[in-house]
Structure formats: C-alpha cells, structure tokens
C-alpha cells in the first residue's frame, strides 16, 4: 500500500509541476517550473536537520544506538535534499540569471550549509568505534545546528543581504506565488516528505538489523575463542597386562 501511495504521489507532483504555466516575469518563463522542485528540497533540509537536532539531543541523553541510527539517517536525508537545493538552484540562476553561480550571498550561506552537512558525515564515517561514533556525531548536530538555522532562516531575511540578493524574499510571505504554482509546491513537497519518512523508516530498519548482525558475530567469535582456550580431555582405554 505504501508503495502504490508512493507512486501516485510522484505520478501527481510530476503532472503539476508540467502543468504549471510559464512565469512571464522571468528570463526563461517556461524553466521558472524549477522553483516548484527548489524550494520543497530546502524546505525538506531544514525540515529533516530539525529531526536530526531533536533525535541528536536524545541519542546524547539514553546513549541508545536506536536514536543514533534514526539521527544519522535524518541527517543524511538533510544532506541529501541540500544537495538536490543547490544543484536545482544552481541550474535556475543559470538559466535565469545567466551564470551558473552569480555569488549571490544566499548562494554562498547555503553553500555553507551543504559544507557543513557533508563535513558531518564524513565525521561520523571517520570514527570505527560506535559509541564514539555516535557521541561525536550527534554533539556535532547540536554545535552546528545553530549556525545552521541562522544560515538559511536568518541570514536571508536580513535587510543588507535582501537588497543585493537575486532572490526575492517576500514571495511566499506575500502569497506571491500563482495557484498553480502553489499547488505544485504542495504537491512535490507532500511527496518529498511521504517518500523521505519511507527511506528513513527502511534505513533506521537496516542500521539496527546491521548492528544486531555485527552484536551477534561478535558473541559468536567470543564463544569460539572460549572454546579454543578450554583444556579438551578425551576418554584414554587402557590395557590390561596379560
């Protein structure tokens, strides 16, 4: 059921995001469309990063290797859709803007952000043991997270960066956006959301399957040592002297 939801959900966000009709305002009005994919997988970096905190914040408390399995798949889904956002927004300042990357200065701050989830990866892939693992990586959530919302909440609201940044800042909040184009962001949203929660269920599944598979070869390998260790005495027959 879940995977026949799945496909209907993409087969409705593909069909709206063709439907929508060409933005007139823009340089190449027939790829303004890609604003309809951009936008939900930044909306979807932020919305798994706040996972990725909470669940941090509670593998630090229990030390459970559960939510440091469930932290480190949210934070790389957060990883994943920022990829995806600066990929898709790179494309559209090309063909809007006509350059690939125009410094504009939300560019650059969501650059840093990709940096800064790609470098927590490579943090927690760094460490071989797993409780060490899972402190450094879930402390790391919570000291980057900060700096992580201002760069992309705070920092493009400010008024400096809003007067030379290319990106407009008062669409959504003004209900700029057409219907249609709404729908379209709603749509690819719900479905980035629906197929996300399913890879983040099936990853979490894996991880701890994983680490259960690790846990028993290691009690295995403990039992065989044992054994290998103990002195074996074998029954001897012994002949009677004729």
């Not at 980035?192 to 894996?206: E, F, G, K, P």
């Not at 399957?209 to 029954?235: F, K, M, S």
Request: glycine share 4%; proline share 5%; with cysteine.
């Amino acid at each position: 059921m879940t995977r026949w939801v799945t496909h209907l959900l993409g087969l409705l966000a593909a069909v709206a995001t063709f439907l929508v009709p060409p933005a007139k305002s823009f340089q190449e009005p027939n790829l303004a469309r890609i604003v309809v994919v951009h936008l939900p997988c930044a909306l979807m970096t932020v919305w798994w990063l706040g996972a990725s905190a909470w669940l941090a914040f509670r593998s630090l408390r229990t030390r459970s290797p559960e939510f440091g399995e469930k932290h480190a798949v949210a934070w790389e889904l957060s990883t994943i859709f920022s990829l995806y956002a600066i990929t898709t927004g790179i494309l559209f300042s090309r063909v809007q803007w006509g350059a690939w990357w125009q410094r504009d200065p939300r560019q650059e701050s969501f650059l840093f952000v990709v940096l800064i989830l790609v470098a927590g990866i490579l943090i927690r892939n760094g460490l071989a043991d797993p409780v060490r693992r899972q402190v450094a990586s879930a402390a790391y959530t919570l000291i980057s997270f900060p700096t992580l919302i201002f760069l992309i909440l705070v920092y493009p609201r400010l008024p400096s960066i809003q007067r030379t940044s290319f990106h407009p800042s008062t669409t959504i909040a003004q209900g700029g956006f057409e219907l249609s184009y709404k729908l379209a962001l709603y749509a690819v949203f719900g479905t980035l959301l629906v197929v996300a929660t399913v890879i983040y269920r099936a990853r979490a599944r894996a991880l701890g399957l994983q680490r259960e598979l690790e846990l028993a070869h290691a009690n295995l390998d403990a039992h065989r040592r044992d054994l290998t260790g103990r002195a074996v005495v074998r029954p001897v027959s012994v002949s009677e002297p004729n």
